[in-house]
């Protein structure tokens, strides 16, 4: 049975605000805005080529805003993403590099935290690993 993350709620102050950043800085898709009363206003985002959206809104989440911390995403090269981040006025950390991945991190105007991973050439660790045991 496959379990599948499709839809993590990220608590907003002012879901206007937080919806243009998303969308017009982050470049998410926006999928649905739809207002059901004046307590329940429901905001589903996407980034591009993901399986798993953001929800945002009104009457949402019992978090409060800006608790939403370290949510990840893949992404293919972390300096072509920290460098759209930049030119969309997002500030993001500069490239993180680790043997797991290298990470760009940033954060909304509520202080919600997302880092950017680009996934390491696991046949190139796997080489230096092998290598580096076959050396002791």
Known sequence: MDWKIELVAVPVSDVDRAKAFYVDQVGFIADHDHTVTDELRFVQLTPPGS???????????????????????????ADA?????????VPASEVDEQDWGRFVYFSDP???????????????????QAGSYSAT
């Open 110 to 128: 509520d202080g919600n935290t997302w880092a950017l991973q680009q996934l390491p050439d696991y046949a190139e660790l796997a080489k230096k």
């Open 81 to 89: 993403a920290r460098e759209h981040l930049l030119a969309n006025n």
């Open 51 to 77: 399986a798993c959206s953001i929800v945002l809104g009104k009457g949402i989440t019992e978090m409060a805003p800006g608790s939403q911390k370290g949510v990840q995403i893949v992404v293919a090269d």
